[in-house]
């Protein structure tokens, strides 16, 4: 399955950034989706996914009230919204599909490249 995520870049802490990730056609009709981040001399760590239904979503505990994932299955790309960012949000981020139409804490299917997003004043 074909990814391209975008929309990463520089931000202030406090600030907010909305990371796109446009997918092959009907990936996001048949398949969880969900996004990935990996911080410098971290392991890559699950943050949120969203079943095909697009009826339930899922979060780390740490981005919990400020991140929202969400799709646009007409367009075939899923989104993450990210407010009141923090340092420790610095990292690669990923978008995924999983091999599924529910997220059941699986490894993902296929990843996209990833777009950077930095927070720092």
């Known amino acids: 399955v074909q990814l391209q995520a975008s929309g990463g870049g520089l931000v202030q802490p406090g600030g907010s950034l909305r990371l796109s990730c446009a997918a092959a056609?009907?990936?996001?009709?048949?398949?969880?989706m969900g996004w990935f981040r990996q911080a410098p001399g971290k392991e890559r760590e699950f943050v949120a996914a969203?079943?095909?239904?697009?009826?339930?979503?899922y979060y780390t505990d740490s981005v919990k009230g400020r991140f929202t994932i969400s799709k646009d299955d007409a367009k075939s790309t899923v989104y993450l919204q990210m407010n009141s960012l923090k340092a420790e949000d610095t990292a690669v981020y990923y978008c995924?599909?999983?091999?599924?139409?529910?997220?059941?804490?699986?490894?993902?299917?296929?990843w996209g490249q990833g777009t950077q997003v930095t927070v720092s004043s």
């Open positions: 969203i079943n095909a239904s697009g009826g339930s979503s």
């Open positions: 056609a009907r990936t996001t009709r048949w398949y969880a």
């Open positions: 995924t599909a999983f091999s599924d139409r529910y997220y059941r804490g699986s490894s993902p299917r296929s």
